[in-house]
């Protein structure tokens, strides 16, 4: 069965420091006939064409001033591993760079590289842009740190092919294909690896006008790599303009990669276009092997706040966890129409198997809370010491041969349904289901959550969320089944709240 990822095993902190090299100042009080010193600052992004940047160079921009045009790093210019080139403001406030058409930022085959406290603007996704915003190319052991990107009809932070890559307070919004994304050669997952994503916002990203093919308007996206870590990360609003109807955006999630960490992240609000697919809040998606997704939070997604999905001609997909996640009022416009939804258009279980899917908390009043599409072959999946809530059904489509342990089902107008079961006891000993030795182990219980605070946390406040906590004398406070001894699984270190592990069902322990 699936064993739980460590994010502690990725990679270390990758931290600038300040080098002995020298100091370019750029400001609009300046000239470009001068030095580059602080008395004698440029005026203009043109003289850096000219520069080459040698290890512990920095380029400072004045605050809260405008600058037209771009910047471009390359091979002629790189850091080493004590004094990176450093890329960043002087002054208070954020310089920002409009770039109009172009990439506001381009790193290419460089290294060691650290970005800070800027701003890039576009002309818009709409207005003649048809570039990404900020750009890292081939590169490796680049730093982002206090970023903002808009107005980009392509990405607004976008990594091709590198590795070592540290994106920390990024702002990415109005662009269109995504706020930030990860990508490289189709399925060639080592093409980008290491790479840390967090404390970050992609809002308002609505879709590429220009793609009529594809899926655009995802807030946070990585493909084509492994040991990446995506957390304290909030999407929302993203995907409202996507031009088709098809498949569609996802708040946070990833393709044909592997060993990703999505955790501690926030994402709500999330669409598609109209008729469109998808539009969730988290997705493993086709060719993800040996990743996790916890402690996030999704609601009010116009697709599945999880989805579990394999696509034709994905490799395959397997060995995947979602644990001690919440999801609320998802799925209810797209195809989904539930809080969780599995895909396969594979057609093939051998393509797609081993998902464990334990202490999550999914509630909906309004659709199902778990939906299985009609191309939904698969095999190995186990749920387990989960609450379902669903408004007058629980589960959509052919469940098939999973494995339902411990679960709490629960239907919001008081009547147990599923498969046209109205007993719970009835459907767990016709179908062999929440059965261990002949005991029943799941539980038809209402689990009494608090009244619904329908406030917005970001991502780093999520523990502080109440709202799904059990009562103090709640049975499902014990309920349950013990995961560690029954299927040999590691289920970390805490629940969603943050508080100890313990035996009991949902994500809220304690």
């Known amino acids: 069965m699936v064993m739980a990822l460590s994010a502690a095993v990725f990679f270390g902190d990758i931290k600038a420091q300040s080098g002995t090299g020298r100091k370019y100042y750029f400001s609009p009080k300046g000239n470009d006939h001068n030095d580059g010193s602080i008395g004698r600052p440029f005026k203009t992004l043109s003289p850096l064409e000219k520069i080459r940047l040698f290890p512990g160079d920095q380029v400072l921009l004045e605050g809260n001033a405008i600058f037209h045009g771009s910047i471009k790093v390359d091979s002629s210019s790189s850091g080493d591993q004590k004094r990176p080139v450093i890329i960043a403001s002087f002054g208070k406030g954020l310089p920002v760079i409009e770039s109009g058409h172009s990439t506001g930022l381009l790193l290419f085959r460089t290294a060691f590289i650290s970005i800070k406290n800027l701003a890039f603007s576009g002309a818009g996704r709409k207005n003649g842009n048809t570039t990404n915003g900020f750009c890292i190319d081939s590169s490796h052991n680049i730093t982002v740190q206090n970023v903002s990107v808009t107005g980009y009809q392509k990405t607004g932070l976008f990594v091709y092919c590198g590795n070592q890559i540290r994106l920390v307070s990024i702002s990415a919004r109005g662009n269109g294909a995504a706020g930030i994304a990860v990508e490289g050669p189709y399925g060639l997952k080592d093409s980008n690896h290491d790479i840390y994503i967090g404390f970050s916002r992609s809002e308002d990203n609505p879709g590429d006008p220009t793609n009529l093919t594809n899926h655009s308007g995802n807030g946070i996206v990585v ?93 395959p997909w397997h060995d995947n966890v979602f644990r001690f996640n919440i999801g609320e009022d998802d799925g209810t416009v797209s195809d989904a129409k539930a809080g969780v939804h599995i895909w396969n258009s594979s057609r093939d279980s051998n393509e797609f198997y081993n998902c464990a899917f334990y202490n999550n908390t999914i509630f909906s009043s309004k659709v199902s809370a778990i939906s299985f599409s009609e191309l939904s072959l698969h095999k190995g999946f186990l749920f387990s010491n989960n609450i379902f809530v669903g408004k007058d059904s629980l589960i959509k489509g052919n469940r098939g041969s999973d494995i339902f342990l411990g679960n709490d089902w629960w239907c919001l107008n008081g009547v147990f349904n599923i498969e046209s079961f109205k007993n719970f006891s009835h459907w767990a000993r016709t179908s062999g289901q929440e059965m261990i030795s002949g005991k029943i182990v799941g539980m038809n219980i209402d689990p009494a959550f608090n009244n619904h605070e329908h406030r917005i946390y970001s991502a780093i406040k999520l523990p502080q969320f109440q709202t799904y906590r059990l009562n103090t004398n709640s049975k499902l406070r014990q309920g349950g089944i013990n995961l560690k001894s029954t299927f040999k699984l590691n289920t970390g270190k805490h629940d969603f709240l943050s508080g100890r592990l313990r035996q009991g069902v949902g994500a809220c322990l304690n």
């Open 223 to 315: 493909a084509d790599c492994k040991r990446v870590l995506i957390e304290y990360c909030t999407a929302t609003n993203n995907g409202w303009d996507m031009p088709r109807i098809g498949n569609g955006p996802v708040g946070i999630w990833a393709y044909e990669a592997d060993s990703i960490i999505i955790q501690h992240c926030l994402s709500y609000n999330n669409k598609t276009s109209h008729g469109g697919a998808d539009g969730g809040g988290f997705d493993l998606d086709g060719g993800v092997t040996n990743s996790v997704v916890q402690y996030c939070y999704s609601f009010g997604n116009q697709g599945a706040g999880y989805s579990i999905f394999q696509y034709l001609y994905a490799s």
